[in-house]
């Protein structure tokens, strides 16, 4: 992606990262120093996705105050029901209400950046709960990290949630023809669409990732639930290996592999599983859901660290 006024690069002389305050505080590349050329490990965005504001084709976005997909666009919540904006094509509201709003800068160097959200600035917002967001941005060696902040503002106690929406290469050069992961799964939610049936269950062998596993281009779409040791991925051509950690708050990870374009695949760290607020709210556990008093803040880290064998 060319040079644009729009992008903020973060960059030091192993990582380099371009983040789009305007576009949801989303990064629109990250890059490592492979043999002293920079190659993209996340999916470079095109330019038309920054000027016509479609976090969707980032190499990242944020998602607050909730991941995923809330079912039909309804939360129910302590026996009210708010109807949020529809946003996805199967009829669900998705991802939250910052990814296509723009940001402020509060901070910023050249390794680093501090953006804020508030949600009483923007009209057309339909979460019904007041909220401010912070995304820090830090770049520090082969490390660069996602401090992500959620506040609840409103008056009452409210569900919150976050996460991030990574797309990563399965080449980093010509020469890769494979591509490895390890996840830390522990279950998988159950159902034939992206919202589950139920509680997580035993993850089954054709989607167990715990141990080193080659990443075929077969479909997935699945909320996974999580332990807190890091994700692997690994191009073994080019002998790169990033790991990917974050805060016990994420206790669930995303795997989507898409059916129509095999050349990327998001791993996902987030904290509530998807349809996640409802789920609690009808009594079912574990679901990641967190409830924040008034002014009460829901804070976490991930971290990618990038190396060579």
């Excluded at 959620?150 to 890769?176: C, K």
Aim: aromatic share 10%; proline share 7%.
């Amino acid at each position: 992606m060319q040079a644009h006024q729009d992008v903020i690069l973060l960059e030091n002389d192993q990582l380099q990262v371009g983040i789009v305050p305007a576009v949801g505080a989303s990064i629109c590349s990250f890059k490592y120093k492979l043999d002293n050329h920079w190659v993209d490990m996340m999916r470079p965005t095109p330019e038309s996705a920054i000027s016509d504001n479609e976090p969707g084709k980032f190499s990242s976005f944020n998602m607050i105050p909730y991941s995923n997909r809330i079912k039909d666009g309804i939360l129910v919540y302590k026996a009210h029901s708010y109807q949020l904006a529809i946003n996805s094509a199967d009829g669900h509201a998705i991802h939250g209400e910052v990814r296509t709003r723009p940001w402020k800068v509060a901070f910023r160097t050249q390794t680093e950046l501090d953006l804020d959200f508030n949600s009483t600035e923007y009209p057309g917002i339909s979460w019904p709960f007041a909220f401010t967001a912070r995304v820090r941005f830090r770049l520090e060696a082969n490390r660069f990290s996602i401090i992500t902040s959620v506040q609840n503002l409103s008056s009452e106690e409210a569900p919150a949630g976050m996460g991030i929406h990574p797309y990563f290469v399965r080449s980093l050069t010509e020469q890769d023809d494979q591509v490895i992961v390890e996840l830390p799964v522990i279950g998988v939610y159950p159902g034939e669409t992206p919202i589950p049936t139920g509680r997580w269950e035993k993850v089954p062998p054709e989607l167990d990732f715990s141990s080193r596993r080659e990443l075929t281009a077969e479909f997935v779409d699945k909320c996974f639930r999580v332990e807190c040791r890091p994700a692997v991925i690994e191009w073994p051509r080019s002998r790169v290996r990033l790991m990917m950690d974050w805060d016990p708050v994420y206790q669930h990870l995303i795997l989507y592999c898409p059916k129509d374009d095999h050349r990327y695949f998001a791993v996902e760290p987030v904290t509530n599983c998807n349809n996640g607020f409802n789920l609690a709210n009808q009594g079912l556990p574990d679901t990641g859901t967190v409830y924040l008093k008034p002014l009460e803040k829901l804070e976490g880290t991930i971290s990618l660290t990038v190396s060579r064998s």
